[in-house]
């Protein structure tokens, strides 16, 4: 009571939100749904954003799926929508990857999409291989997002069965030796790449994009020459 009431009205809000959920996990506290739950439910409603969210996280850490249309419908509200897209992510039962992909559909933003992705890996959500495998092929795709995606696949127990999927996998990786030894089959991919980053970005990416393409060899002279030209223009001399 005294932890329901410090959620409620406190300054220290969040941290009480926190230890209920974690105590409601542990079974410290009895039957959330007559005790936690709809007290958490109720600061949904709260002016405060910061409580807001705090009541969210506490949801999902108590993993109930009595707290899922609460979260549903928190992310209507943009302030919340991350926070209770990564809450619906950690309830308990099936519901809960059907969940993340459908509102990775359904709120197409990168910050959500990154949150969902890093949240569908943690599960080990395998009906999400298919979804993520479209990301890792995207040429087009953010070095971050990539990085994401290919971490997720690799919790799930996926593993690249063709060259150019390897390709994709390893440059989400990082995987730098890999794609030298891939071969001239990387080439394509990690030059496409490269050219869908920013100016910085592609500026901190060059260095190992030239060592893959050198130790490629012959093949990868061309897209080699294209990469210095590109690192001698005259916005990056400036």
């Known amino acids: 009571?005294?932890?329901?009431?410090?959620?409620?009205?406190?300054?220290?809000?969040?941290?009480?939100?926190?230890?209920?959920?974690?105590?409601?996990?542990?079974?410290?506290?009895?039957?959330?749904?007559?005790?936690?739950?709809?007290?958490?439910?109720?600061?949904?409603?709260?002016?405060?954003?910061?409580?807001?969210?705090?009541?969210?996280?506490?949801?999902?850490?108590?993993?109930?799926?009595?707290?899922?249309?609460?979260?549903?419908?928190?992310?209507?509200?943009?302030?919340?929508?991350?926070?209770?897209?990564?809450?619906?992510?950690?309830?308990?039962?099936?519901?809960?990857?059907?969940?993340?992909?459908?509102?990775?559909?359904?709120?197409?933003?990168?910050?959500?999409?990154?949150?969902?992705?890093?949240?569908?890996?943690?599960?080990?959500?395998?009906?999400?291989?298919p979804v993520l495998l479209d990301r890792l092929r995207d040429t087009s795709l953010r070095h971050d997002m990539r990085q994401e995606v290919a971490l997720a696949l690799e919790k799930m127990g996926w593993s690249p069965e063709t060259k150019e999927d390897s390709v994709h996998f390893y440059l989400g990786k990082k995987d730098w030796e890999a794609l030298s030894e891939l071969g001239a089959v990387a080439i394509p991919t990690l030059c496409t790449a490269y050219r869908h980053e920013g100016a910085e970005e592609r500026y901190g990416f060059a260095p190992e994009i030239a060592d893959v393409l050198g130790k490629i060899g012959k093949e990868a002279v061309p897209a080699l020459l294209n990469l210095l030209l590109d690192l001698f223009d005259p916005v990056y001399e400036s």
Do not use: C, F, H
């Open 1 to 129: 009571p005294i932890l329901l009431e410090v959620a409620r009205r406190s300054m220290v809000a969040s941290a009480a939100m926190d230890l209920l959920a974690r105590m409601t996990k542990k079974q410290v506290i009895g039957d959330p749904e007559k005790v936690v739950i709809p007290e958490l439910i109720k600061i949904l409603e709260s002016t405060d954003v910061s409580r807001r969210i705090a009541a969210v996280n506490a949801l999902g850490e108590i993993g109930d799926m009595r707290a899922r249309r609460a979260l549903l419908a928190a992310t209507a509200d943009e302030a919340l929508r991350v926070p209770a897209v990564i809450a619906l992510g950690r309830l308990d039962g099936l519901q809960a990857g059907t969940d993340l992909l459908d509102m990775m559909e359904r709120y197409p933003s990168w910050n959500l999409e990154m949150a969902v992705i890093k949240q569908l890996g943690l599960n080990k959500e395998k009906r999400a291989v």
